[in-house]
Every structure is written in C-alpha cells, then in structure tokens.
C-alpha cells in the first residue's frame, strides 16, 4: 500500500493534471447518462406529449379539409382510437402494476400508438391534397 501512494505521489504535475481530468471526465460522463427511473418517467412523459401535440395538429388540419360528413365520421373514428390507445396500453403496463416501470410502459405505448396514428392521418392528408 505504501508503494503505491509513493508512486501517487511521486507523478509529475501535467501527470496528476492528466489523471484528475481523465477521472473527472469518466464521472461526469456517468452522471450525465445515469437516469433514475423517475427521469426516464418524465422523459417519456414529454415524449408523449409531443407526439400526441403532432397528432393533435395532424387531426386539425385534416379536420379542416373534410367535408360535413367526412368530419362526422372522423371524429368518432378518432373517439374510437382514443378508446382503444388507453385499454390497448393499459394492458401493456397492467403486467407492471406496483412496479415503478408502469409509468414509463404505460407513457411509451401511449407515444408508439400516437405516432403510428399520426402516420396514419398524415397518409389522409396526403391522399386529399393529391
């Protein structure tokens, strides 16, 4: 033990310079991507709600371009699709119930269907506008 705080002590100045920054370096690095599993909660939270913001101003300009009866037969497909994101991912997290994963399930499944049904909207909007 003794050699070893000789030799600690015996590097040059840039040497322990080097070897404090490489040190402060690694810990940083390990902060910077460690997440508690209340951050990757909240990650997935905003992630949500940008892809469902995307979705809502999807579904208002295809709203916008339909007529009368178009409008009435998206809008109760879109209940619908509402209906079946929140028990189709209710079922994907109840497996987690008591787990503090559930919420990060929950809001990733929630942010998947969202997006595919934007996608699916956006291939409306394409097909009116041609």
């Not at 079922?91 to 919420?103: L, N, Q, R, V």
């Not at 929950?106 to 097909?127: A, D, F, G, V």
Request: with cysteine.
């Amino acid at each position: 033990m003794l050699e070893r705080i000789d030799i600690i002590n015996n590097f040059n100045s840039p040497m322990k310079k080097l070897l404090l920054s490489l040190l402060f370096l690694v810990f940083t690095v390990s902060a910077a991507t460690a997440q508690t599993q209340l951050e990757m909660n909240e990650k997935a939270s905003l992630d949500y709600k940008k892809a469902d913001g995307e979705l809502n101003k999807t579904y208002k300009k295809l709203v916008s371009l339909l007529d009368k009866n178009e409008k009435v037969l998206l809008i109760q497909a879109q209940k619908d699709w509402i209906k079946f994101r929140d028990s189709h991912c209710k079922f994907e997290a109840d497996p987690y119930t008591g787990g503090s994963i559930k919420p990060l399930i929950w809001l990733t499944c929630l942010e998947e269907i969202t997006k595919e049904r934007t996608k699916h909207l956006k291939e409306s909007l394409n097909n009116i506008n041609q």
